[in-house]
């Protein structure tokens, strides 16, 4: 039933990849308490709120392979890591300030087996200065961490020319 709400967005997927997705879902379930990840529990929720919206972005036609992508504010490891097994070639690299986050991304990218994932622990305006992650990604993405303005002080740094930032920002 869940690969019905993949196919709905267009966008298809395969069976590793929807093994995948519940992989994850067991994983952020079981560890929510311990790490505080999210405060929706619900599986068609988790799938439509947070794998679903943070893969809609390949609607857009960005050719993902063999890129590197920045995720700002990774928390929970959305969109990092829907992204990451849509387009396993994508080299990403998620930057949250709270380390507990950091470590459930790793128990995650270590279950699904995901290479390619690199993690910092630290603030987006401290890294933005740091010469081996300014203008290096050719994506930089952020899912719910700021207002616009401010995101893009954050985030615009890391981006390589003639990259993109994608922001995941609502109409609102």
Known sequence: IMRSYFDLTGISITDRQLSQFETF???????????????????????????????????????????????????AGFPAIPLKIMEPTLSVTGLDALNKRLHFIELVCDSLGLSQMSLLHGRAEDFGHDLK???????????????????????MPFVKVNGYFLAYKSLK
């Open 25 to 75: 879902f067991d994983l952020l379930i079981s560890e929510n308490e311990k790490y505080n990840l999210t405060g929706i529990t619900d599986k068609q929720d988790v799938y439509v709120k947070h794998f679903i919206d943070s893969i809609l972005i390949n609607k857009l036609n960005f050719d993902f392979s063999n890129k590197t992508m920045m995720d700002i504010g990774t928390g």
């Open 133 to 155: 992650h300014r203008e290096q990604y050719d994506f930089v993405v952020s899912r719910a961490v700021a207002e616009l303005r401010l995101l893009l002080e954050f985030t």
